[in-house]
């Protein structure tokens, strides 16, 4: 039905994660229906996000020099390494501001059905950080998803042969806040139990 | 917590309707992750729709030469038009395959609340194009809203004494076809009843 450039847009905006076929024909016709101006902001905006940003070379965080924000301020405890799977990873736990280390980003999840095996993630990186002078603990903080586990088990085995003096700590399982416990899984609540807390 | 050109990114990516701040930062790591190729073929797919898509001299309807597809179509049946608001509304109605007439795109409904008047709308175009040799219908498919039927009154209206010949008509109200008549609203309900048909 569509005139062959249309075709090519909603295609492209139908390869964002959660976007399907008919949200996309709603997001470019959307940008049918603005200014010239407005539409090529955005096209301004992503191609200037892939000239300006890269990873960076201690953390593989986004960075738009050799180090981010976060490895370029010696304010934050070097002596703290979380771990994360992707560098959206690093927003939520920043923003709950319990956290002073530095990260490191792994680029994945080990999975060896999707073919993602420890050489494809920057696991030899964190190795080698970990075991560096001054690191204390290393905070696994990879999705509470099979494949997040799975990273974590592997994390905290090769570490404790690699760096025997780092501890490796995993975020708590358990209740979120404000839910009802009726609704909380089982998985979720026997772990709530077993890591109950005095009041 | 971004750099300025992510920032920049989620705020032109947040302009889109119906994508708040949360998912146009997840739009804006996924264009982030995925190779230079693939993003720069969204922005080069939003460059080359401004530049190659304009309206249809006749019915406004989006085109990449002066007549859209549909105006350049000679099986198209001239003596109906069919009359939308936007020019998204065309495929739902192609895609019925129960109109072979020509259209004719609005660029909205009025609503005097948000300035949108007569003269801001295609309606002296379309009263042409009606009082033309060979229209016989006018098929008002403005959508069943509150600023949609008030469109379709006024073009009921502003027809009846510029193109006397020629008949409005509306699409039907009445229950989507698979629902239940117990969630059905009141009004359409009572729409359905009114135009009850005999079996």
Redesign the interface.
């Known amino acids: ?6 075709n ?2 909603i ?3 139908s ?5 399907g076929q008919r ?1 996309a ?10 200014s ?1 101006e ?13 000239e ?2 890269g990873e960076c070379e201690v953390c593989f965080n ?3 020099e050799s180090l981010c ?1 976060i490895c370029q301020d010696d304010r934050r405890d070097g002596h703290v390494l979380c771990v994360v799977e ?3 990873d690093v ?1 939520p736990i ?2 709950t501001n319990e956290f002073n280390g530095r990260y490191h980003v792994l680029g994945g999840a080990l999975s060896p059905i999707d073919g993602v095996d420890p050489e494809d993630l920057h696991l030899a990186e964190l190795i080698e950080r970990a075991s560096a002078d001054g690191v204390r603990e290393v905070v696994v903080a990879t999705n509470a998803t099979t494949t997040g586990e799975a990273t974590a088990l592997y994390i905290a085995d090769v570490l404790r042969e690699r760096a025997p003096s780092v501890s490796v700590t995993r975020l708590a399982s358990g209740l979120p806040v404000g839910s009802d416990l009726e609704y909380a899984d089982e998985i979720t609540l026997g772990r709530a139990v077993r890591a109950r807390r005095e009041l």
Do not use: W, Y
């Open positions: 039905v569509f005139a062959p450039p249309i090519r847009l295609t492209e905006l390869r964002f994660p959660g976007i949200t024909q709603r997001l470019a016709f959307h940008l049918l229906r603005v010239d407005e539409a090529l902001a955005l096209a301004d905006a992503i191609r200037e996000v892939k300006t940003v986004l960075a738009t924000r992707e560098p959206s927003i920043e923003r």
